[in-house]
């Protein structure tokens, strides 16, 4: 069973960093497209960064410098760096995994909640 669990979010002052975590069961990350998105209140989730298999990473223009995508295979887990915070990258952000073979529409996690403010 495909299951993906973020963790990290939390209360942040502008300019600080957070972690996020994306700890994957039942398939691979090091073979899926791997994505981190967000949602903050009223707006559309917006994709943040991806890692394709081959290490090729894209990521929304408003985070790039300031955020980055990895994984670890041997833990089975990706992670989203996050430094410079800003106030507007306030939101939920969620892990996806488009896995080979699985469903078309890929996989979600629950979302984890991250807050910039002072």
């Known amino acids: 069973q495909v299951q993906l669990v973020e963790s990290g979010g939390g209360l942040v002052q502008p300019g600080g960093s957070l972690k996020l975590s994306c700890g994957a069961s039942?398939?691979?990350?090091?073979?899926?497209?791997m994505g981190w998105y967000r949602q903050a209140p009223g707006k559309e989730r917006e994709l943040v960064a991806a890692?394709?298999?081959?290490?090729?990473?894209n990521y929304l223009e408003s985070v790039k410098g300031r955020f980055t995508i990895s994984r670890d295979n041997a833990e089975n887990t990706v992670y989203l760096q996050m430094d410079g915070l800003k106030a507007e990258d306030t939101a939920t952000y969620y892990c996806?995994?488009?896995?080979?073979?699985?469903?078309?529409?890929?996989?979600w996690g629950k979302g984890t909640l991250v807050s910039v403010s002072s």
């Open positions: 890692l394709s298999p081959g290490g090729k990473m």
């Open positions: 039942g398939f691979s990350v090091s073979n899926s497209v």
């Open positions: 996806k995994a488009n896995i080979p073979g699985g469903l078309a529409m890929g996989y």
